[in-house]
C-alpha cells in the first residue's frame, strides 16, 4: 500500500514537473507615447502656507572669539604684502 502511495506521488510530481519547464517569452512595447495635454488634472493650486521657526526653539550661541574694534594692522600687512 505505502509502495503504491509512493509511485503516485512520484508520478504526480513528475507531471506537473514538466508543466513548469515550458519556455516563456515575454515581450514587452517597445515605444510608448504620452500625450500630455490629453491629460486633465482638476483641482486648486494652493500655496503650502507659512512655514516659520519658532524662536523658542533657536539657541543662542556666545561667540568665543575676542571681539576686536578693527582689523587695521593685519589689512596694513595684507597691502604690504601685495606690493
Do not use: C, H, W
Request: net charge neutral; charged share 35%; no cysteine.
Amino acid at each position: 500500500m505505502k509502495l503504491i502511495t509512493i509511485a503516485l506521488m512520484l508520478v504526480s510530481l513528475q507531471a506537473f514537473a514538466e508543466d513548469s519547464k515550458s519556455n516563456v517569452r515575454y515581450e514587452y512595447k517597445k515605444f510608448e507615447k504620452f500625450d500630455f495635454d490629453e491629460i486633465g488634472v482638476e483641482g486648486e493650486a494652493g500655496s503650502p502656507g507659512d512655514l516659520s521657526i519658532s524662536p523658542r526653539l533657536r539657541k543662542e550661541f556666545r561667540n568665543k572669539l575676542p571681539e576686536r574694534e578693527n582689523f587695521n594692522q593685519e589689512m596694513k600687512k595684507a597691502i604690504d604684502g601685495i606690493r
